[in-house]
Every structure is written in C-alpha cells, then in structure tokens.
C-alpha cells in the first residue's frame, strides 16, 4: 500500500522541541519533493515546509523560519521535521505529503502534493 504516515507528535511546553517524522511505504520519497503544513480548527491548512527531491532545496514559512528544520533520511525512506522554540501558536496537526514530482514551488500550495498522512497532533502548553 502506497502511504505516508506521521509520528512525533505530542504536548510539549513553550519553548520545546519535538521531532516529527514521515515514514513511507510503497515509494520512494527521494524521487519526490516532500512538504510538511498544519491545520488548527477552522482555519486552512497551511505549508510549513517543504525539501525538493535532491535535499539541496528547502523552504520555510516566514512563522517557523530559524525555528524548524527539515530533513531527509533516504536510507529509512523518511523525511523528518525538527521543531525548536515552539510557541503555542505551532499548535496543530502536523501533515506530511508527497509532491507529484520532484519539485514544487518555493512556497507550495496543497495541490503540488498528491498523497498525504493522517496527521499528528501537536500541542504546545504555555
């Protein structure tokens, strides 16, 4: 079964970290660009970052920029999401998706992505 699937998630206070990652199946993640956004209740889901096929282009939101850092593990076939200084505004759930192809644009929409986690939860307590 072709899937991505989320893991990391949890509660954690201000200031923080946690470690998402983003474990496929059924393809090969280095071939793609892979994206990571969030969504709280009622609001749009929102990009946060995103790393082109090669790793060697990555992008962020201006709220996490300096804060987050994503990554790729092309043995594990995972992409992972490295959250520091979290701020309870990062409450969410946190999405992994995979790109059509192995590029999308700097700050990509949510229709460049064309397979998608179920999500993991992140709170952040003051």
């Known amino acids: 079964q072709v899937q991505v699937v989320e893991s990391g998630g949890g509660l954690v206070q201000a200031g923080g970290s946690l470690r998402l990652s983003c474990a496929a199946s059924?393809?090969?993640?280095?071939?793609?660009?892979v994206g990571w956004f969030r969504q709280v209740p009622g609001k749009d889901r929102e990009f946060v970052a995103r790393?082109?096929?090669?790793?060697?282009?990555?992008s962020y939101s201006d709220s996490v920029k300096g804060r987050f850092t994503i990554s790729r593990d092309n043995a594990k076939n995972t992409v992972s999401l490295q959250m520091n200084s979290l701020k309870p505004e990062d409450t969410a759930v946190y999405y992994c998706?995979?790109?059509?192809?192995?590029?999308?644009?700097?700050?990509?929409?949510?229709?460049?992505?064309?397979?998608w986690g179920q999500g993991t939860q992140v709170t952040v307590s003051t």
């Open positions: 790393m082109i096929w090669s790793g060697t282009a990555r």
């Open positions: 059924g393809l090969t993640l280095s071939s793609y660009v």
């Open positions: 998706a995979k790109g059509r192809g192995p590029y999308s644009s700097e700050y990509p929409e949510e229709n460049e992505f064309d397979l």
